[in-house]
């Protein structure tokens, strides 16, 4: 007998009917095979069939957060178990590859819509039907390592890593096209770009007054001219507006609430969130991280509601300028926002994969006086978590 397994990949699951009747008669399916106390493996997507659970409980985790990928052979659950079960997924045309590690990624990144998909409410889950697209396509016949979106994601950081310019990425898929037509691969760096976007590493683009005074955000989105200095908001040619409009700065920023999200989304970083609650040196004369220091201990008597919680987020903010062109004869100035997590132990908190770029100030001076100017994005989101 064939078992209807289709349910398990909805990931509109509040409004569907078919999810919630197929979690029912899976459940009703593992029930006789619950322990002695009632416990039976749980196969929600951070459980991983590693803990046991209630079937309440099963029902709960499932139904808000989804069943995991590659469990399609419910051996812990009442199916009888065959020679090639394992954890699989199922690739393009019903076929089968190895489990993608990209799926964690995306695990990550829906989860934080879970809560709101469960009630029925309103979801953005559909904006991953292409990401989801290209992780079960096969990136090649015969190449099972490797699904489209993988392969992108690898190709992209070897581009940041190596500093290929656009071009250079487009020229090298129209090459990788032509020498290999099967090939499943986004046609230029712009489709990539937008592909990456939707998995969270995306930014926001706000347009700054020539001379620093206001940026063109909220408020002020819609205006063409600076409300402070009355500078005109685009580039000039020959004094006539272009067609195409041409801001003369641009304010890069990057959203830092769905990156703690995901530092308290695993159990494993959930728990280094607390270590400054946990980890103070009991010894008075030494500082090995900011929580042992006086400044810290004095924010805490300022502030024992925000110190009570133990989940609240400590951040240090740190900007300096350089030269993104590496040509000290060309006078230019970035300044890039950085901010680091000072809930982390001190072995962790100022390593690379830790520190949250916020803000990318654009050029050519300093922003000098004018830099509260440019954190207002960020001061604006602090506020509201």
Known sequence: MTIDKSWTTIRRRGSSNEFWNGLQHFLQMAKPFVNERGF????????????????????????????????????????????????????????????????????????????EDAVGGPSSNEQYDDLFAALRSEFYPGVSSFSSLNFLVKLMHLKVLNKWTNKSFDELLKLLKLAFPKIDLVESYYEAKKLMTKMGLGYSSIHVCKNDCALFWKENSLKDTCPVCSESRWKLQSGKRSRKNVPHKVLRYFPVGPRLKRLFATSKTAKLMRWDSTGKSKDNDVMRHPVDGKSWQEFDKRHPQFSGDVRNVRLGLAADGFNPFGNMSLSYSMWPVVLTTYNLPPWICMKAEYLMLSLLIPGPQSPGKDMDVFLRPLIDELKEL
Not at 60 to 83: D, L, V
Request: net charge negative.
């Open 40 to 115: 039976i493996k749980c196969p929600y997507r951070r459980c991983l069939n590693n803990a046991s659970h209630q079937l309440e409980d099963l029902e709960s985790h499932i139904f808000r957060n989804g069943f995991m990928f590659g469990y399609n052979q419910w051996i812990h659950h009442g199916e009888p178990a065959t020679a090639n079960a394992g954890t699989t997924v199922a690739g393009p045309s019903g076929g089968i590859h190895e489990r993608d590690e990209i799926f964690d990624v995306l695990d990550d990144i829906i989860s934080e819509d879970a809560d």
